[in-house]
Each structure stands twice: as structure tokens, then as C-alpha cells.
Nanobody, 121 residues
């Protein structure tokens, strides 16, 4: 499966942004989808994941209550709604696909190219 993430941009602190990730192929609905991010000089970290049905989600503690992951299997798209953004949310955001709802990079087999999110203070 090929993934294309988009929707990044420059937002002020406290603002909102919605990222999208569209997948090619007819098996999108069978994959768990995740979002990760990588800030300059830091390792890529888990942000959120959603099961194939959308019935199960998982979030990093740092984004709980602010970010919401969702998916539309009819559109082969997963979303990350980001609210109350902080400067520390600045990073390149990647979407990924894998078999399990997990918070580690190794659990995901396919990756998108990333979209840059910059939060100004």
C-alpha cells in the first residue's frame, strides 16, 4: 500500500490543523493506521493509531485530549485532527499502516512521505 500525507502548514499556538493520509490499493480497510512525528534532532515518535474498523484508538500521552484520529474506509483516508496546538507539536508528521494498533515504529510496514507542521509561539 502507498500512503500520501498532506495538510501540514504553519499555525499559531492554540490553533488547529487537520492532517489527511490517503492510501492506494483496495486493502486499506484491513490495516491499522497510525500517525508518527519527528521533530528536528529527535527520534520519530508515536502520536496516534486507529484500528481497521475505527472502533479502537490509541494516543500518546502528549496529545491525549487535543488530537483525534479517525478514518473513512470508503475514501481510503485517515485523518488527524489537531487542536490546541503547541510549539512542541512542531514536527514532520508521518502516516503509517500495519497489522496491529501499536505505539512503536516497528509495528508498521508502510510509511508515507511526511508533512511538515510548524507551530509558531
Amino acid at each position: 500500500v502507498q500512503l500520501q500525507a498532506y495538510g501540514g502548514g504553519l499555525v499559531q499556538t492554540g490553533g488547529s490543523l487537520r492532517l489527511s493520509c490517503t492510501a492506494s490499493g483496495r486493502t486499506f480497510s484491513s490495516y491499522v493506521m497510525g500517525w508518527f512525528r519527528q521533530a528536528p534532532g529527535k527520534e520519530r515518535e508515536f502520536v496516534a493509531a486507529i484500528s481497521w474498523s475505527g472502533g479502537s484508538t490509541r494516543y500518546a500521552d502528549s496529545v491525549k485530549g487535543r488530537f483525534t484520529i479517525s478514518r473513512d474506509n470508503a475514501k481510503n483516508t485517515v485523518y488527524l485532527q489537531m487542536n490546541s496546538l503547541k510549539p512542541e507539536d512542531t514536527a514532520v508528521y508521518y502516516c503509517a499502516a500495519g497489522p496491529n494498533v501499536a505505539g512503536v515504529r516497528q509495528a508498521y510496514d508502510y510509511w508515507g512521505q511526511g508533512t511538515l507542521v510548524t507551530i509558531s509561539s
